[in-house]
């Protein structure tokens, strides 16, 4: 067992790769105060395709990576991990880790926003292939919204376009006008859609240039950032254990100058990195 302790620490951020840092980029835009421990499984990136029990296995690892650098509150900026591994992870392994620690995903927050934009109750996910085939959209949707009608669309190349720096080619065009035909063709009544990957804000400008007029899109960096805000309002116990320092370190398993130039697609700027082993 992690040892129970009240010191300060950094606020982790999880992701398997770097979409993550869309994320991030927003919570230190709403949140700059604090110190912050960014966290890249890039050596095992994509999750996406991967089984539960291995985004389980590989996301455990990460939490419990940050917690023995001081991290009292975890966040998975990763759809994936929040879709397959948050649940078992806060009901089974906080309790026996450290029960005064806490482990955020980024879909709850999402599905609670949705509602006050969609006028149908017909709601849109784009998501990885592990994202849309364990429903967990949909689950949270029912149990907040249950009159809403949930469409699922995986998009399994938009990742890689982005990774490879291809969000403005001609690629990006087909198969993002591709996949939004294809989630739209299950209902003339989408009017809002969610973007269910962290890597999926990048792609935005083609997203809105096919997406018809009246069809809000979703991204989740502003409503997850506002989200712990919150979340640190209402509990000020947790919000004392985040050390504020205004720092941010980034941490990955592969390559820390691969990491460092990719990195700077997402936050607009290079950064410098740290390889670690999980």
Partial sequence: MISNTSTMGPIGVFDSGFGGLSILREIRRV?????????????????????????????????????????????????????????????????????????????????????????????????????????????????????????????????????NQESDGPGADYFVQKYINALLGQSAQIDAVILGCTHYPLLMP??????????????QGEIVAESLADYLRRHPEMERRCSRGGSCRYLTTEDADKFGSQAGVFLGEPVSAEKVTL
């Fill in 206 to 219: 083609k997203i809105r240039q096919y997406m018809p007029g009246g069809v809000s899109v979703i991204p």
């Fill in 31 to 163: 949140l700059p105060q604090y110190d912050y421990l960014f966290l890249g499984d890039n050596a095992r990136a994509p999750y996406g395709t991967r089984s539960f029990d291995l985004v389980y296995e590989f996301t455990l690892q990460a939490v419990r990576y940050l917690f023995d650098q001081g991290c009292q509150l975890v966040i998975l900026a990763c759809n994936t991990a929040s879709a397959k591994a948050l649940r078992t992870i806060q009901q089974h392994d906080l309790p026996r880790l450290d029960a005064s620690r806490r482990v955020l995903g980024v879909i709850r927050p999402t599905v609670e926003k949705v509602g006050d934009i969609t006028h149908t109750g017909h709601v849109g996910i784009f998501g990885t292939p592990g994202t849309i085939q364990s429903q967990s959209y949909n689950i949270e949707i029912a149990k907040l919204h249950p009159s809403f009608n949930v469409y699922g669309q995986a998009c399994p190349m938009w990742v890689p376009l982005v990774e």
